[in-house]
């Protein structure tokens, strides 16, 4: 949720002037989410991270009014250390103050203020919430990539909000161990790569966001660290580049290992049009071998992952609910699967809605405006309930999609 915030705000700082009317409707789901992060970061080096038990709540099929799992409460302190979780907590923050400084000047320094705060708790009390809370959090949502991307992506973020040196110094000072930074898991090293960004793994972003930022980067110096791999980054991602470490799928989506594979279409997307504007303004290209990346090359690489998204694809299908004449009917979304209380005013317990999610039926409630994990890796998509890696929505695939429609509306 964090981390859907930060890219919702950052969706609203580099995109807002082409929201126009809808501007408004952004900056209030903002709001929504930062009550909440001020709320669950309101105790000093304290930070509320989940509610509710994990397999508990995804054994049962009920609606949210219905709900009769256990409300417990966790938290990452001080002997209980989730630095990952509370930088990017920070970050969301810092990027939302930025949002609300116009709008809303005394919200916004509050926002602020405990980004800063949240942040010192982060640096200053390291470890893994994946380790300090365990099954809580493990196997839903782990740590694989540390938490070194976390911290400088919030001090990035707090940086950028207050133009502190002290900010900067922490980003040059500890730039060139991210790369380095590995942890055990299952045996195994694992830690993140300067062509991953997603709610787990910041390092392409925090490439991006620094080298945006004219006060962090000599501009005329392309050897920059932040530049050189942010470029990297794009040459990861380019289909054309030697480099290219990405798959498509036949029908042209940007394809990665995991469920849910849209978040990695519309988070390196955004990235995409972020750093087209960085070589734009600077009036440079990323060179990828003899692959010239020019800025409107990345714009259209962007724009066909939109299109494949909303209906351009071998299916002819948008994988955005309520849109288009063909979108995901069934999917894996307890509120929309479940009649509403009017329509059936008796409870449903733990299983009494395991019908409603087998049934072949359509879902009754539309989450209009949804985005759903989206389809394989030949473009086929299932339309099941049952298979969650392609049928659930999610709020980290939707928020940087709102800043890639806002940019694509404004060149319509």
């Not at 005013?345 to 989450?367: E, H, Q, V």
Request: aromatic content about 12%; proline content about 6%; some cysteine.
């Amino acid at each position: 949720m964090a981390f859907s915030m930060t890219m919702l705000s950052w969706s609203v700082i580099e995109f807002g002037d082409s929201m126009r009317l809808q501007a408004g409707h952004a900056m209030e789901a903002i709001r929504w989410g930062t009550d909440y992060l001020l709320k669950a970061t309101s105790i000093p080096d304290v930070v509320f991270v989940q509610v509710g038990e994990p397999y508990l709540d995804h054994n049962c099929w009920e609606r949210p009014e219905d709900m009769d799992t256990p409300r417990n409460v966790y938290a990452v302190d001080r002997a209980h250390p989730g630095s990952e979780v509370a930088a990017e907590t920070a970050a969301a923050l810092a990027a939302a103050s930025i949002v609300f400084r116009s709008s809303d000047p005394p919200y916004s320094s509050k926002l602020l203020s405990r980004a800063t705060k949240v942040f010192s708790f982060a640096d200053n009390y390291r470890g893994f919430y994946s380790d300090s809370l365990k099954h809580a959090v493990c196997p839903f949502y782990c740590d694989y990539s540390g938490y070194q991307d976390e911290l400088l992506w919030a001090a990035a973020w707090i940086y950028k909000s207050t133009q502190k040196d002290l900010y900067r110094k922490y980003l040059v000072d500890n730039i060139y161990k991210l790369e380095q930074s590995k942890r055990v898991m299952g045996g195994e090293f694992v830690g993140g790569s300067f062509s991953e960004f997603g709610w787990d793994d910041k390092h392409a972003g925090l490439y991006v966001l620094i080298s945006s930022d004219l006060s962090l980067i000599n501009e005329t110096n392309r050897d920059d660290p932040f530049y050189r791999n942010a470029d990297r980054f794009i040459c990861s991602v380019l289909p054309e580049s030697p480099t290219s470490s990405v798959d498509y799928s036949p029908g042209g989506l940007l394809f990665k290992p995991g469920g849910s594979n849209v978040q990695h279409a519309t988070a390196i997307s955004f990235l995409l049009l972020v750093h087209s504007r960085s070589l734009h303004r600077a009036n440079a290209s990323a060179q990828c071998g003899n692959v010239v990346a020019t800025p409107s090359r990345l714009i259209n690489l962007a724009k066909s992952q939109v299109d494949y998204i909303l209906g351009h694809n071998p299916l002819k299908m948008s994988y955005m609910v309520g849109y288009g004449k063909k979108f995901p009917r069934r999917i894996h979304h307890r509120g929309s699967s479940l009649p509403s209380v009017d329509a059936n005013a008796s409870a449903l317990g733990c299983r009494g809605g395991t019908p409603f999610f087998m049934a072949p039926s359509p879902d009754p409630n539309l989450l209009m405006g949804a985005v759903v994990g989206g389809p394989n890796k030949t473009d086929g998509y299932d339309e099941s309930r049952t298979d969650f890696r392609q049928s659930e929505p999610t709020t980290y695939i939707n928020a940087p999609l709102v800043g890639l429609l806002a940019f694509f509306t404004n060149k319509a």
